[in-house]
């Protein structure tokens, strides 16, 4: 029997989605979902992980759910053909969590690297919420409870996929094959693996104010490109320019293609031809930037566009994530079920037990 090839990935809810999400994953997501070449794809917005750092403002994740839906939608995300659902809404993930933890040490979660860069980045030193700490565990409910083979993902979740892999196999070796092991797929765009911020910084904050939403109305587009990080030594134009650390190249090598040349700046073939000619001499940070915006609009026009279509009709996007979760729900019951079995804790189900038992005591 064919193996079926399962895709399973998401986000948690903890603001807008922007350009950094969508080349880093939600792109290759819609080609994935329309490539025909997975029999099953589940894509969820982790509210329940959002609470773990976020426990006292529930409101931001609840809010941050339907943003998220958006989200999805503008970009192409189709609930024809991908399962969108919701966390939270799936208590069997919490049931597989529960048996998980018992094949995982404490050292061992310690020494996940993913889950020590998280701590750091958010100063929880010794006060890390249980919740948080054991991420690692409900990662591996939520992609083992849909048969997952394929999680699309960055280098800086390798980590996590590992551990999830590890759990995987200590089960099967324990209780017997029930669990399929996971696979992660690495974005094949180098520099889509983490586009910095506008500022130059390595990352893109909500609270830095360097990110560009893909909900952002054109004119806040060009303001954030107009603001963005260069090189801070070209202070004229004929000065030579940098291309290391320098954030408009570093976004044009994610998003500029041959055919945007042709139509926004067609003194130049390519964007070899751009660098070169910045890095010798003569070439004006905003003439660049002033590319990046073209280029940049093309891209997310539609992608706006869509997004005001689907915020005519909020139910109907509540509707579609409420059909996602009960088709989600049905996988993930059925998974449940197969590891009460496994684990022989399906007391009820088990006729043969019964009979065992009647048997024994009335002898």
């Known amino acids: 029997m064919k193996k079926e090839k399962v895709i399973l990935t998401g986000d948690r809810p903890t603001g807008r989605l922007h350009i950094g999400h969508y ?5 290759r997501r819609v080609e994935l979902q329309n490539s025909g070449q997975y029999d099953k794809i589940f894509i969820f917005i982790a509210d329940a992980q959002a609470l773990t750092d976020n426990i ?10 339907i943003e998220v839906a958006l989200d999805y939608l503008s970009c192409g995300l189709d ?4 399962t969108i659902f919701i966390q939270s809404q799936i208590p069997e993930l919490c049931e597989l969590s529960f048996y998980y933890m018992d094949l995982v040490s404490v050292s061992r979660l310690q020494r996940n690297p993913t889950v020590k860069t998280e701590i750091q980045m958010r100063n929880f030193e010794s006060s890390i919420p ?15 409870a849909f048969k997952a083979t394929t999680v699309p993902a960055g280098e800086d979740q390798e980590p996590m996929l590992e551990q999830a892999r590890e759990i995987v196999r200590r089960f099967n070796y324990i209780y017997g094959e029930t669990l399929v092991e996971p696979e992660i797929l690495l974005p094949t765009n180098q520099v889509c693996l983490r586009l910095p911020g506008t500022d130059g910084k390595a990352k893109m904050s909500k609270s830095l104010g360097n990110c560009i939403y893909l909900s952002d109305s054109a004119d806040e587009v060009e303001k954030r490109v107009k603001s963005m990080f260069t090189d801070p030594t070209h202070l004229r134009v004929q000065d030579p320019g940098k291309l290391e650390g ?14 945007h040349f042709g139509l926004y700046l067609p003194e130049y073939n390519n964007l070899q031809e751009l660098k070169e ?26 992608i706006r566009n869509r997004r005001k279509e689907f915020e005519k009709d909020i139910p109907a996007v509540y509707d579609m994530l409420k059909t996602g979760c009960e088709k989600a729900r049905e996988t993930a019951s059925a998974t449940l079920d197969e ?21 024994r005591f009335n002898q």
């Open 246 to 259: 320098n954030t408009v190249f570093t976004y044009l090598d994610a998003f500029s293609k041959p055919e």
């Open 130 to 144: 249980v919740g948080f700490f054991t991420y690692p565990i409900s990662q591996a409910a939520d992609i083992t």
């Open 56 to 65: 006292e403002n529930p409101e931001k994740v609840r809010q941050n759910v």
């Open 23 to 27: 080349v880093g994953s939600l792109k």
């Open 277 to 302: 000619h910045y890095q010798r001499g003569g070439l004006g940070d905003m003439k660049v930037k002033k590319f990046l915006n073209s280029v940049l609009q093309e891209e997310l026009e539609p």
């Open 79 to 82: 609930p024809t053909k991908s």
């Open 339 to 359: 590891v009460r079995r496994a684990m022989k804790i399906n007391y009820f189900d088990d006729m043969d037990l019964i009979a065992e038992q009647a048997k």
